[in-house]
Every structure is written in C-alpha cells, then in structure tokens.
C-alpha cells in the first residue's frame, strides 16, 4: 500500500549506500585523509569543555561564519548561505526555482543530486553530455545550445566534475553566464581548491551565477556536513525562502569557522595532495590495463580493463575505490580518491598485482 503513495517520479529512485564494511584503505568517497590540525582540535575541545550551549538551538543564520566566509573570499556576507553540505543548498536552489514542468540541465556524468533535487521538486531533468571519446570535456556550445532549446530555470556547471576530474575554463563559464541571463547557473566548486580555479568573483557582476562550496573535501570536514554557496544579494535572498530554521548545528558553525583561521596546514595538505594526485597519474599510467583520465581535483578516474573482477579483488584485500558497474558512460570504469603516500603506495601495489595476475 504504501509503494502506491509514493509519488510515481521518485519511485525509481535508489537510497545512497555508502560502503560501511570495515576497510584497510577507503579511497572511494573522495574524503580529505588528514585529521583536524591539532590547533583545531584542542580549540574545539576547550569550546566543549567550557560551555558549548549545546541546549540552545544554533544561530540560525550562521552569522559568525559567513562574517569569516566573507573575509576569506573578499565577498559580501549577506551573499552567502551556509547549508548542511552543499547537498542541502542544490535541493533549496531547486525548491525555489522549480515549479512543475521547469527545466533543470546538467552534465552527464556527473554528481547525481542535480537530476535527483529536479525530480524532487517537480522538473524535468535534461542532460547535457561529457563525450567520453572527448575525454569528458565541456563544452560551451553545447550548454548554450541546451538552454536556447529547453530555457531552463537552472543550468549546473560542476568544477571539477565529480567523477571525471576535468574542469571548464573560467573563461567559458563567464561566456555561459553572459549568455543565459535567464537561468540560474550553479558552479559546483566543491573541488576547486585543488586547482586553484574559481567564478567567485563575478558574482558582484551576475546576478544570475551562484558558486557551491564545501568543507567536506580540501578541508577534511566531511564528518560535520557543512557547505555553503556564494552569489549576489538578491540571489541570496531567493534561496533563504526555502532554507530551513537552525539549519547547521553550533559544534559545525564553531569547527567551521576554526578551520579557516589554519590556513597554511589547509594549504601545504592540499599541495600534499595534488602532488600525490599527479605521482598517482604518472604510475596508473604505467599499470597494464589502466587507462587514466586527466584530473584536477582530489580524485582520479580510471578505465580498467575486466573492471569488475580488478574491483572485486581489491574489496577482498580491504581497499574500497568507487566502481561504476554497467553505467553506459562510465563502463568499465573506477574513480580513485587521493590518500597519503603509504596509502597510495598500497592501492598501486595491490592493483598492479591483480592487473598483471588477471
């Protein structure tokens, strides 16, 4: 009875399972595998220790971190939103914008809670592809071609794109954002701290261009669910009609803002890891059956061949990777996230094993 009650849209869909079987490496969620700096730590501890006020509910407008989110970004703190991951902030974007029968475009593939939130707020979902024999890569025309055709509410630009790793030129979206003044575009930058690219910026100069980011990756908090986007005023305000009251909770708020104020180690961890990232390209390269994908993120994708049998060999010797099964764009395909070195060094041993064995 109750599968008849269930919207007919939604009834396909398929809860998120995340791989919770004990590991000895995880590298399949794209996670920072550095702890919080020890400064961090013990500041967020005295916090505890002192008087949390964990009784009360949380400032509901997270002001203290978008005052420390603005100065960050040179940005004007009534543009920002903060939301719990930048999950929470795409559905708000699409139960603002979309109504029935609205139009949303997104890339494909790529993260699947740009379709999901459409869906969910009553669109239509239209896909613009990322040619695999292209390599994945963006293009302009095609994005400026699907909004003339379809005239979307909501144009989605992930930067890098999660799971291929390529990224679009700075240039091109601001050519996509001049040119589709009557879509919101969204530019996921959930990754963009390992490629030093950014739209932030221009969102003083289009009021129709929102930036999502998140401290889930490069600042290795994915543990406290804590995103946050960044646009005009006007387009700030839109989005705050559907946001939820006490939305992030204190001990988020307080470890957010923390980890800002640690710069350098957030710094010299990411150049740790986009060096691990391109030593990772280079020996991937060299393993027989492994074909590699350019990355810019934290991540990178890899066509294997007999992909299943690698995948389930590496599950057996307790190294968790990301597998995309039978998905026709991404067939045969595995997307890696960057470790530590000794991490690293493992999962290549191990693969070149299998790869050499099969």
């Given at each position: 009875?109750?599968?008849?009650?269930?919207?007919?849209?939604?009834?396909?869909?398929?809860?998120?399972?995340?791989?919770?079987?004990?590991?000895?490496?995880?590298?399949?969620?794209?996670?920072?595998?550095?702890?919080?700096?020890?400064?961090v730590r013990e500041k967020l501890s005295a916090f505890i220790l002192e008087n949390p006020q964990l009784?009360?509910?949380?400032?509901?407008?997270?002001?203290?971190?978008?005052?420390?989110?603005?100065?960050?970004?040179?940005?004007?703190?009534?543009?920002?939103?903060?939301?719990?991951?930048?999950?929470?902030?795409?559905?708000?974007?699409?139960?603002?914008?979309?109504?029935?029968?609205?139009?949303?475009?997104?890339?494909?593939?790529?993260?699947?809670?740009?379709?999901?939130?459409?869906?969910?707020?009553?669109?239509?979902?239209?896909?613009?592809?990322?040619?695999?024999?292209?390599?994945?890569?963006?293009?302009?025309?095609?994005?400026?071609?699907?909004?003339?055709?379809?005239?979307?509410?909501i144009i989605y630009i992930c930067n890098p794109n999660n799971p291929t790793g390529n990224i679009m030129?700075?240039?091109?979206?601001?050519?996509?954002?001049?040119?589709?003044?009557?879509?919101?575009?969204?530019?996921?930058?959930?990754?963009?701290?390992?490629?030093?690219?950014?739209?932030?910026?221009?969102?003083?100069?289009?009021?129709?261009?929102?930036?999502?980011?998140?401290?889930?990756?490069?600042?290795?908090?994915?543990?406290?669910?804590?995103?946050?986007?960044?646009s005009c005023r006007k387009l700030a305000d839109a989005i705050n009609l559907a946001r939820p009251p006490?939305?992030?909770?204190?001990?988020?708020?307080?470890?957010?803002?923390?980890?800002?104020?640690?710069?350098?180690?957030?710094?010299?961890?990411?150049?740790?890891?986009?060096?691990?990232?391109?030593?990772?390209?280079?020996?991937?390269?060299?393993?027989?059956?492994?074909?590699?994908?350019?990355?810019?993120?934290?991540?990178?994708?890899?066509?294997?061949?007999?992909?299943?049998?690698?995948?389930?060999?590496?599950?057996?010797?307790?190294?968790?990777?990301?597998?995309?099964?039978?998905?026709?764009?991404?067939?045969?395909?595995?997307?890696?996230?960057?470790?530590?070195?000794?991490?690293?060094?493992?999962?290549?041993?191990?693969?070149?094993?299998?790869?050499?064995?099969?």
């Amino acid at each position: 009875m109750i599968e008849k009650l269930i919207r007919s849209e939604i009834r396909s869909f398929i809860p998120y399972n995340a791989n919770q079987q004990p590991y000895k490496i995880k590298l399949d969620a794209n996670e920072s595998p550095f702890n919080l700096p020890l400064k961090v730590r013990e500041k967020l501890s005295a916090f505890i220790l002192e008087n949390p006020q964990l009784n009360l509910y949380p400032d509901t407008d997270s002001i203290q971190l978008r005052q420390a989110l603005a100065e960050h970004w040179d940005a004007d703190e009534q543009g920002i939103i903060a939301g719990t991951g930048s999950d929470q902030l795409i559905q708000l974007i699409s139960n603002v914008f979309v109504g029935t029968g609205d139009k949303v475009i997104y890339p494909v593939p790529s993260f699947g809670m740009y379709r999901d939130s459409c869906v969910i707020a009553g669109g239509v979902p239209v896909q613009y592809l990322l040619n695999p024999n292209k390599k994945f890569e963006y293009s302009k025309e095609t994005i400026i071609e699907g909004y003339e055709k379809e005239q979307p509410k909501i144009i989605y630009i992930c930067n890098p794109n999660n799971p291929t790793g390529n990224i679009m030129s700075r240039e091109d979206i601001m050519e996509v954002a001049r040119h589709c003044r009557n879509s919101v575009i969204v530019v996921d930058e959930a990754y963009a701290e390992f490629c030093d690219v950014t739209v932030i910026p221009y969102v003083k100069e289009y009021e129709n261009l929102l930036v999502l980011r998140t401290f889930s990756k490069a600042y290795g908090l994915a543990g406290i669910r804590c995103g946050y986007s960044i646009s005009c005023r006007k387009l700030a305000d839109a989005i705050n009609l559907a946001r939820p009251p006490y939305n992030i909770s204190s001990l988020s708020q307080y470890t957010a803002q923390l980890v800002l104020s640690e710069k350098e180690e957030i710094r010299e961890n990411i150049a740790y890891l986009i060096a691990q990232r391109e030593r990772m390209k280079g020996e991937l390269a060299g393993i027989k059956g492994i074909e590699v994908y350019n990355s810019y993120a934290n991540f990178i994708l890899v066509k294997a061949d007999n992909c299943s049998e690698v995948y389930k060999r590496l599950c057996e010797k307790g190294i968790f990777v990301r597998a995309f099964g039978h998905a026709s764009l991404l067939a045969g395909c595995m997307r890696i996230s960057v470790g530590t070195y000794e991490q690293n060094t493992i999962f290549l041993d191990e693969l070149s094993t299998i790869c050499y064995n099969n």
